[in-house]
């Protein structure tokens, strides 16, 4: 009984060896060290009372694929390639979260997928969403992370067919924690959108002096104004083609507008703005209210929007002309037009122009085009676009195509309105060629405005105004303390954790394992005595017969 004691004080004393065994497993299935990834929070702003974006900012949740997230606890990451309008629209009210990481190369996609994005990109622009959505930059760890669910979630399950086949996957197989640490989102009560304009007055020794009239009040207007796209689906904008577009024009007319020989009877206003379509022209409606007798002796109002397609969608390579009523014949509008398409003919490579008539609907609050505002106010104005339909995705996607194209396309539709305006002003044929020699079009004449940043952010614009213009000013639309017609929202920079992780069952698996184990080293120290007794009582019979036998065979030896 002693030397059983003695045998069980052994499995006592190994105890905490089974206790470092579990331990080390425990170790092994714990997090990993996480990988850190850059990410972009959707752009979060409120118009005329409606929510863009989602109110969230942080999260931790299990990451899961897009075929398998199914509850509001699973975080969907995927390639934004691969999301669809529909999967789209159950995630952003029924997931946790949303992480899409973007295409390395939007040159290497078709011109269907590009076209598939842009339209999801409207889409996300549309509609309120509940769950935080974060966009990733490509990167080749997390396209290996977003494979790996994928996977698991997808390939197993149709390679594994029976059930035990499905819980050894289960349970093996890795899964992925994601932690998005957002600080809370507030509202900026500082919100603000920056308007810049100035105008060109006509050298005075050009006029007559019954034509000089001090500050130029009575010469006849001509306003051209753009905005400038400062975010998309997020806070970044590669190319501001309309904005270049306006500060070439403003650059040209002034060398003209100086010069003696060549000063018109016009006076040429520039109206610049932070707001574009997604905040519905509020720069413009502000500058409007501002100063009512702005366009008092006015031609026209020229608006540039999309003048340039950033990603080349527009086969048909037109110019449309967006206007909300047909205009009469010999007005400013319809000779501008006839001008516009006899200046296309000579100075493009296959552009056309097109008119597009579309009427304001004064029930909507969301207006299609920046000329609206001025026509509701009962001002002659207009549109040029690459765009036929207001509701292109292209005017608002944050992707653009190849630079040498896009430079390309810019300079002849720059060149088109630039000859179609002068010719309006100096009333010369269009075909005269003013912008030849030194007032030419060049590229090094567009490419540094392309990059052009919001007026808020830098002083390139403002200096740019105040060298070529005359009475730059700049105004500032604020949201209303109680009623604000538009809010912009605190951004804070964050970062994406990605953990691997085990699954919850492969703990469940894991504790019955453990439980198993420390059950048999339990019930072998308990019945440890018993069975020691019971071999003992084997082992001790044997010998004694076997001492009797020898004892019998001696006796036997004796007796002969």
Not at 448 to 458: A, C, D, E, R, T
Request: with cysteine.
């Amino acid at each position: 009984m002693n030397e059983a004691d003695s045998f069980a004080e052994i499995f006592r004393g190994g105890l905490p060896h089974c206790l470092l065994i579990v331990l080390s497993m425990l170790l092994i299935c714990s997090p990993v060290m996480p990988s850190e990834f850059e990410v972009i929070s959707m752009s979060k702003f409120d118009l005329n009372g409606q929510h863009f974006g989602s109110r969230v900012s942080s999260i931790s949740l299990e990451a899961r694929s897009l075929y398998s997230w199914n509850t509001s606890r699973h975080c969907v990451l995927t390639r934004l390639t691969d999301l669809s309008i529909h999967d789209f629209d159950k995630l952003r009210q029924n997931a946790g979260g949303i992480i899409l990481m973007l295409p390395s190369n939007m040159l290497d996609l078709d011109v269907e997928a590009r076209e598939l994005i842009t339209i999801l990109e409207q889409s996300m622009l549309t509609y309120t969403a509940v769950a935080p959505i974060f966009f990733a930059p490509y990167n080749k760890d997390l396209e290996k992370i977003i494979d790996d669910i994928t996977y698991t979630t997808t390939d197993n399950v149709a390679q594994n067919q029976t059930a035990l086949s499905q819980l050894i996957v289960t349970v093996s197989a890795n899964r992925y924690h994601v932690n998005v640490g957002g600080g809370s989102i507030v509202a900026n009560k500082n919100s603000k959108v920056p308007i810049i304009h100035g105008e060109l007055i006509p050298n005075q020794l050009a006029l007559k002096p019954s034509e000089t009239v001090g500050d130029g009040q009575k010469l006849p207007v001509i306003l051209i104004t753009a905005n400038l796209k400062t975010f998309g689906i997020f806070n970044d904008y590669p190319v501001n083609a309309d904005a270049a577009v306006l500060l070439v024009l403003m650059e040209l007319f002034s060398k003209m507008h100086h010069t003696t020989s060549m000063a018109p009877k016009y006076r040429l206003r520039f109206l610049l703005s932070d707001a574009g379509v997604l905040l519905n022209f509020q720069g413009s409606k502000k500058w409007l209210e501002t100063d009512e007798n702005a366009l008092q002796n006015v031609e026209f109002v020229l608006c540039l929007d999309t003048i340039t397609e950033s990603l080349g969608l527009n086969a048909d390579n037109a110019l449309y002309m967006h206007v909300s009523k047909p205009p009469k014949e010999k007005t400013s509008i319809s000779n501008f037009f006839k001008l516009l398409k006899a200046a296309a003919e000579k100075y493009s490579n296959g552009l056309t122009v097109e008119g597009v008539h579309k009427k304001i609907n004064l029930a909507d609050t969301k207006l299609a085009w920046e000329h609206e505002r001025f026509s509701i106010k009962r001002y002659p104005s207009f549109t040029l676009s690459s765009v036929k339909s207001p509701r292109s995705p292209i005017r608002t996607t944050i992707f653009k195509n190849d630079d040498r194209v896009f430079v390309e396309h810019t300079l002849n539709t720059s060149r088109v309105i630039a000859e179609a305006l002068a010719s309006y002003m100096y009333k010369v044929d269009p075909v005269s060629s003013v912008f030849d020699g030194q007032l030419a079009i060049k590229e090094e004449n567009l490419l540094p405005y392309f990059g052009v940043k919001s007026i808020l952010h830098n002083n390139d614009v403002k200096d740019a105004f105040e060298k070529y213009l005359n009475n730059v000013k700049i105004i500032y639309d604020k949201p209303d303390g109680r009623d604000p017609e538009f809010m912009f929202y605190n951004e804070n920079d964050v970062k994406l954790n990605v953990y691997r992780v085990k699954p919850a069952i492969f703990d469940l698996f894991l504790t019955f394992v453990i439980g198993s184990y420390l059950a048999a080293v339990f019930l072998a120290i308990q019945y440890f005595p018993r069975f020691y007794d019971e071999v003992s009582k084997l082992t001790k019979e044997e010998p004694a017969g076997q001492q009797n036998g020898h004892s019998s065979e001696r006796l036997r030896m004796k007796s002969h």
